[in-house]
């Protein structure tokens, strides 16, 4: 017994000589965190500055679409005389707006901000956890998004304009730098600023699954996690799946444009002259795009069905109804999610049978999501409320 107490105030001791030897500085507590509520914080605070540039973009080229030929000064004053003279937005510069607020909304915003926030805040917390699996690869996967970030809003300043070819940057236009203003230096940025904001996401994602799979506490099942974190789980492993297909697309777009290569391109016209790039289709950036652009949908919304699961089932004070369903729904949405992308591509030319088995897919998918809103109803029927 008395070894037992010497241990115990030799490891209290140890623990309060580490403290000391580790006291954080403003840097290593603020900026270089490896805290998984401040990396929250600071995701959050990323993402409410990249979400206010995207909804002042909205703004600008909205007035624009309702009066196109009215002149603003609000828009002069924002953009400047390269984007607006005179307070009009000029044709190619109305879609970089379009483009980059997409692209902010959809990726930085919705996906980046929603994901990194909650799942550093709550994983840990809800698991029973110290911190995430690796504090480093965490503040990594920060500053990845940061960066990504930083470039894609410093592609507003490129003298020939950002980039111009909708968030979806489908070939040739995207893939030709002679093919409109935007797709010069702006769209290399686009490329560059996307392929870093993957990595960022790749790192994260990794972590939140070793995070649940190996940091759970005593007595914590899987069968035992709340909702919100396995929607969190389920999510990081969509993104894993889908991500990379879409920094491949990136990479072979980056090729095309400053190698020579063909993936995409082939028999293109500029102005009647011809162009050396044959045997590549722009379908096929199709696919890798929407092989990622469906799945990015419940990578946004598993997040937020997660959350909402836990605040019913707070809120009226009695367990979620059938946990087990709700469980079996979020792996079958994560499933359908992966095979459902052609719907997006009913017009590009793909035979009708395959457009029959994705017009399935996407039906079936319905019926895990109705499993859900089932759920929530009972959930709520005859709960305690104040």
């Known amino acids: 017994m008395s070894a037992a107490v010497i241990d115990h105030e030799h490891d209290n001791a140890h623990d309060h000589g580490h403290e000391h030897h580790h006291k954080d500085t403003f840097i290593t507590k603020y900026i270089f965190s490896i805290d998984h509520k401040m990396i929250a914080k600071q995701?959050?605070?990323?993402?409410?500055?990249?979400g206010?540039?995207?909804?002042?973009l909205s703004i600008l080229f909205r007035l624009q679409l309702a009066w196109p030929e009215e002149s603003f000064k609000i828009t002069h004053f924002f953009l400047g005389d390269s984007y607006a003279p005179n307070g009009v937005l000029t044709n190619d510069r109305y879609?970089?707006?379009?483009?980059?607020?997409?692209?902010?909304?959809?990726?930085?915003?919705?996906?980046?901000?929603?994901?990194?926030?909650?799942?550093?805040?709550?994983?840990?917390?809800?698991?029973?956890?110290?911190?995430m699996a690796s504090g480093f690869?965490?503040?990594?996967?920060?500053?990845?998004?940061?960066?990504?970030?930083?470039?894609?809003?410093?592609?507003?300043?490129?003298?020939?304009?950002?980039?111009?070819?909708?968030?979806?940057?489908?070939?040739?236009?995207?893939?030709?730098?002679?093919?409109?203003?935007?797709?010069?230096?702006?769209?290399?940025?686009?490329?560059?600023?996307?392929?870093v904001f993957i990595a960022g996401s790749l790192l994260g994602s990794l972590n939140y699954i070793v995070t649940v799979i190996n940091l759970r506490t005593v007595g914590m099942s899987m069968t035992r996690l709340p909702l919100t974190i396995w929607a969190f789980f389920v999510t990081a492993i969509i993104g894993v799946i889908s991500f990379p297909?879409?920094?491949?697309?990136a990479l072979l777009l980056i090729m095309d444009r400053s190698?020579?290569?063909?993936?995409?391109?082939s028999d293109i016209y500029i102005a009647g002259e011809v162009l050396h790039y044959q045997g590549g289709s722009p379908v096929l950036f199709e696919h890798l795009f929407w092989f990622l652009g469906h799945p990015e949908v419940y990578i946004v919304l598993l997040?937020?069905?997660?959350?909402?699961?836990?605040?019913?089932?707070?809120?009226?004070?009695?367990?979620?109804?059938?946990?087990?369903?709700?469980?079996?729904?979020?792996?079958?949405?994560?499933?359908?999610?992966?095979?459902?992308?052609?719907?997006?591509?009913?017009?590009?030319?793909?035979?009708?049978?395959?457009?029959?088995?994705?017009?399935?897919?996407?039906?079936?998918?319905?019926?895990?999501?109705?499993?859900?809103?089932?759920?929530?109803?009972?959930?709520?029927?005859?709960?305690?409320?104040?």
């Not at 909304?105 to 809800?126: C, D, E, R, W």
């Not at 304009?161 to 769209?187: D, E, H, K, R, V």
């Not at 297909?245 to 697309?249: E, G, H, I, Q, T």
């Not at 190698?259 to 995409?264: A, E, Q």
């Open 259 to 265: 190698f020579g290569t063909s993936f995409f391109l």
């Open 52 to 56: 206010v540039i995207g909804v002042l």
């Open 137 to 195: 690869l965490n503040m990594v996967s920060y500053w990845l998004f940061f960066l990504s970030s930083v470039i894609m809003v410093s592609s507003l300043f490129v003298e020939s304009g950002p980039a111009s070819a909708g968030w979806t940057i489908y070939p040739p236009l995207s893939s030709l730098p002679q093919a409109i203003s935007g797709s010069g230096t702006g769209m290399t940025l686009w490329l560059v600023s996307m392929a």
């Open 43 to 50: 995701y959050l605070i990323t993402g409410i500055i990249m």
């Open 245 to 249: 297909v879409l920094l491949s697309a």
């Open 303 to 386: 997040p937020a069905l997660g959350i909402t699961s836990e605040v019913i089932a707070t809120n009226s004070r009695k367990p979620i109804f059938g946990y087990r369903a709700m469980i079996m729904s979020i792996l079958a949405i994560a499933f359908l999610s992966t095979i459902v992308w052609g719907h997006h591509m009913f017009i590009s030319g793909m035979n009708p049978f395959l457009g029959s088995v994705f017009t399935f897919t996407t039906l079936l998918i319905a019926i895990p999501s109705a499993v859900k809103a089932f759920n929530y109803i009972t959930t709520l029927w005859k709960g305690t409320y104040n």
């Open 95 to 131: 879609l970089a707006l379009v483009t980059i607020h997409g692209t902010i909304m959809v990726f930085f915003v919705l996906t980046a901000a929603l994901s990194g926030t909650f799942s550093n805040l709550l994983i840990p917390l809800q698991i029973g956890a110290r911190d």
